[in-house]
């Protein structure tokens, strides 16, 4: 990225589901304003990718300013926040380039082809990275050196294993073998004995087992019969190990589906949490057509109650749609032990958000087509899973302070 980096005013979108590019449409920008038009041609193939605020119309669309910095939901979803975009700012400043300077579609020309998702953006500015082995426990530190203000020789390299992948947890893209025995950069094609996972390291807020933590929740939550894909919790040497998820926007076949999540669908701004899982039930229903799927994000409601984890913010909710235009709710993520705001649910339950309980659970359940026998089988379920939660944290690793905390929220 050099220093001359001039600022560019138009970028084309196009969907990529794993074999010859689609072209959606275009994105410019004119005095500080956002707009987008979908292809001609696109208009034809019926797809609709954010069908409550981009619906599938011709004519040049424009959207807030105040919001997402004037992108469209959709577009958004494509950039990174929290560690992604303080890596981007700080590469930035190596470069001599102000981050107010760095305009939205510099940034999805900087996530390029390697979005999570099938979105890609051209021109393309983003660097892959595959093939070198790569060891976490050095990845670990740099990501702490990175926080703590240190070190700015790896800027780069940390900035193309984000991906574009949000939250305030340093993360990387990495490829891992069947045996989980070789790790790989994980941005790019990667050859098929290695899969695409996602690994998280801890914050300057974070306990020492806070990845173990997680790990266990992922147990939890399978046994509570959410749909999750395959967690690992990588051994480390200064903390109880890595937690790491394999992706779920990319296919074994090497298909990639297209990601949307709660936040750029509903326009939801995730900073101020305002939406109900009320919402987020009829959202998904109006989406996938499918009342099975809507039940999903009920048991996901019950869970996230269940088991204190309060973070439960719009963009922890994804949707993936496949090339045939069909939605579905995307497997869960990001569930752990977790305070929301002022120590509240960040998503309401029937208006309730701080203390909300078993109660508002049975009255959030005809939403999803549920029984009252059907709801309480389900809170069954759930409680039954966390009660394995003591037995499951011993065996990961977690101290014995967490674990007390974590059981009195979950009694």
């Known amino acids: ?35 987008f038009e979908y292809n001609a041609e696109f208009l034809k193939s019926k797809l609709e990718l954010s069908p409550f ?44 380039i102000m981050p107010d300077e760095f305009a939205p579609l510099d940034r999805l020309a900087h996530v390029g082809k390697h979005g999570m998702g099938a979105l890609i953006y051209e021109p393309d500015y983003s660097s892959a990275t595959t093939e070198a082995q790569i060891d976490l426990d050095t990845l670990s530190e740099q990501s702490q050196q990175i926080l703590a203000g240190e070190s700015s020789d790896v800027l780069e390299e940390l900035l193309a294993l984000n991906g574009s992948s949000a939250g305030a947890r340093p993360k990387a893209m990495i490829g891992v073998n069947k045996d989980k025995t070789q790790i790989i950069r994980g941005i790019g094609p990667l050859e098929k004995e290695y899969e695409p996972w996602l690994v998280k390291f801890s914050n300057s807020a974070d306990t020492p087992d806070a990845g173990a933590i997680e790990f266990v929740y992922s147990q939890m939550a399978r046994r509570a019969e959410l749909d999750m894909t395959d967690t690992h919790l990588f051994p480390a040497k200064k903390t109880v190990g890595y937690f790491a998820t394999r992706r779920f926007d990319l296919l074994p076949d090497g298909k990639r589906l297209h990601m949307h999540t709660a936040c750029g669908l509903l326009h939801s701004d995730f900073r101020v949490p305002s939406l109900d899982y009320q919402d987020l039930i009829k959202a ?29 913010h719009t963009k922890n909710f994804s949707y993936l749609m496949d090339e045939s235009g069909q939605w579905r709710l995307a ?40 029984s009252t026998e059907e709801a309480h089988a389900i809170i069954e379920k759930t409680r039954e899973a966390l009660s394995q939660w003591d037995t499951l944290a011993k065996e990961a690793g977690v101290t014995a302070q967490m674990r007390k905390t974590v059981a009195e929220k979950l009694t």
Request: proline share 6%; aromatic share 8%.
């Open 53 to 96: 605020h981009l619906p599938l119309q011709s004519g040049v669309h424009t959207f807030d300013a105040g919001l997402f910095e004037g992108l469209p939901g959709i577009f958004s979803d494509s950039l990174p926040d929290g560690w992604g975009r303080l890596l981007l700012d700080r590469t930035l400043r190596t470069h001599g």
């Open 284 to 312: 998904t229903m109006a989406l996938t057509r499918d009342i099975r799927e809507a039940q999903k994000m009920y048991r996901l409601a019950v869970f996230n109650v269940l088991s204190y984890n309060r973070d439960d």
């Open 331 to 370: 497997p869960a993520y990001d569930l752990t032990f977790s305070s929301g705001p002022g120590g509240e649910q960040s998503t309401m339950v029937m208006e309730e958000k701080k203390n909300p309980c078993i109660e508002h659970l049975l009255k959030l359940a005809p939403l999803a087509d549920l």
């Open 1 to 35: 990225m050099p220093r001359n980096y001039i600022s560019i005013d138009a970028l084309n979108v196009a969907l990529d589901f794993g074999k010859n590019p689609v072209r959606v449409g275009k994105l410019a920008t004119k005095n500080r304003k956002v707009y």
